[in-house]
């Protein structure tokens, strides 16, 4: 059962680094999208995001909880806050610097190259997507209970995809504006959501190895996700005046990941 479980989870995680090459090769296009549209994106990416934490991770772990005689919002505001205290500790201590031309270095100082720092930066920011990913598919096919399924694992998925379609493109656009070459710049656009599969199969193992804690899991992965949202794109999406355009974005985003996961699941 356990091997079917890994596999998805690994398929998942491709999928959505997959889908951020794909918006990252747009530098390969001969006119670099508008301010408004990128926006626009990053705020449907965040509504995305944020109905994928609770359509496919909070809610069901709720209902998982419940099941298992537990109180069900006790796991779930637990693992949420968890979830959002680890990605703060992380952010905090962790060094890294973002991929913007002329960003800082943050957390504890190092004399670490600038390329480390670049890796570490992406992967606290793209592995809470693949850890939720492994997650899903890990309770879909471990849970006993059912109130984890396939479909919403697939629909959590595709999801993050989605989103992560505009995050390759406001990765690698600006580096293609500062000069690099459209073939390094998609490079690192893609190289943005590597870590993915790697967090999906992480994700997969955490609810192999500890299945009566999966509600929990299942709401820190969330609050990961939130705290990203919250922290980093929703900011950025509105950092050049483009709330109003942002904010539907973020309509939009959250609408369609929410039938996505009453179609799906």
Same mark, same amino acid.
């Given at each position: 059962?356990?091997?079917?479980?890994?596999?998805?989870?690994?398929? +998942?995680?491709? #999928?959505?680094?997959?889908?951020?090459?794909?918006?990252?090769?747009?530098?390969?296009?001969?006119?670099?999208?508008? *301010?408004?549209?990128?926006? +626009?994106?990053?705020?449907?990416?965040?509504?995305?995001? /944020?109905?994928?934490?609770?359509?496919?991770?909070?809610?069901?772990?709720?209902?998982?909880?419940?099941?298992?005689? *537990?109180?069900?919002?006790?796991?779930?505001?637990?693992?949420?806050?968890?979830?959002?205290?680890?990605? *703060?500790?992380?952010?905090? #201590? %962790?060094?890294?610097?973002?991929?913007?031309?002329?960003? @800082?270095?943050?957390?504890?100082?190092? /004399?670490? *190259?600038?390329?480390?720092?670049? !890796?570490?930066?992406?992967?606290?920011?793209?592995?809470?997507?693949?850890?939720?990913?492994?997650?899903?598919?890990?309770?879909? +096919?471990?849970?006993?209970?059912?109130?984890?399924?396939?479909?919403?694992?697939?629909? %959590?998925?595709?999801? !993050?995809?989605?989103?992560?379609?505009?995050?390759?493109?406001?990765?690698?656009?600006?580096?293609?504006?500062?000069? !690099?070459?459209?073939?390094?710049?998609?490079?690192?656009? @893609?190289?943005?959501?590597?870590?993915?599969?790697?967090? $999906?199969?992480?994700?997969?193992? /955490?609810?192999?190895?500890?299945?009566? /804690?999966?509600?929990?899991?299942? $709401?820190?992965? $969330?609050?990961?996700?939130? #705290?990203?949202?919250?922290?980093?794109?929703?900011?950025?999406? @509105?950092?050049?005046?483009?709330?109003?355009?942002?904010?539907?974005?973020?309509?939009?985003? #959250?609408?369609?990941?929410? $039938?996505?996961?009453?179609?799906?699941?």
């Amino acid at each position: 059962m356990e091997t079917p479980v890994f596999l998805y989870a690994l398929l +998942g995680g491709l #999928f959505t680094w997959g889908l951020t090459a794909v918006g990252a090769a747009s530098v390969f296009l001969a006119q670099e999208p508008s *301010r408004k549209l990128l926006d +626009g994106m990053l705020g449907f990416a965040a509504g995305v995001m /944020l109905a994928a934490s609770v359509f496919s991770l909070l809610l069901p772990g709720m209902e998982m909880a419940a099941s298992q005689g *537990r109180v069900p919002w006790v796991p779930a505001v637990v693992g949420f806050l968890l979830g959002g205290a680890l990605l *703060r500790l992380m952010d905090r #201590f %962790l060094p890294h610097v973002h991929l913007d031309p002329g960003a @800082q270095e943050e957390g504890v100082r190092t /004399l670490w *190259r600038r390329t480390t720092l670049l !890796i570490l930066a992406i992967t606290l920011h793209n592995f809470p997507e693949g850890l939720a990913v492994g997650v899903a598919f890990g309770a879909a +096919g471990l849970d006993p209970t059912g109130a984890a399924t396939l479909g919403g694992a697939i629909a %959590l998925a595709v999801g !993050i995809g989605l989103q992560n379609m505009p995050e390759g493109l406001a990765v690698a656009w600006p580096l293609r504006r500062a000069g !690099i070459g459209a073939g390094k710049a998609w490079f690192y656009g @893609q190289l943005s959501a590597i870590v993915e599969p790697l967090g $999906a199969l992480l994700g997969a193992l /955490l609810v192999t190895q500890m299945l009566y /804690l999966l509600p929990y899991l299942m $709401a820190l992965a $969330a609050g990961a996700m939130v #705290f990203v949202i919250v922290e980093e794109v929703i900011p950025e999406s @509105q950092a050049e005046g483009n709330g109003d355009i942002s904010t539907f974005g973020v309509m939009t985003g #959250f609408a369609l990941m929410m $039938a996505l996961d009453v179609a799906l699941g």
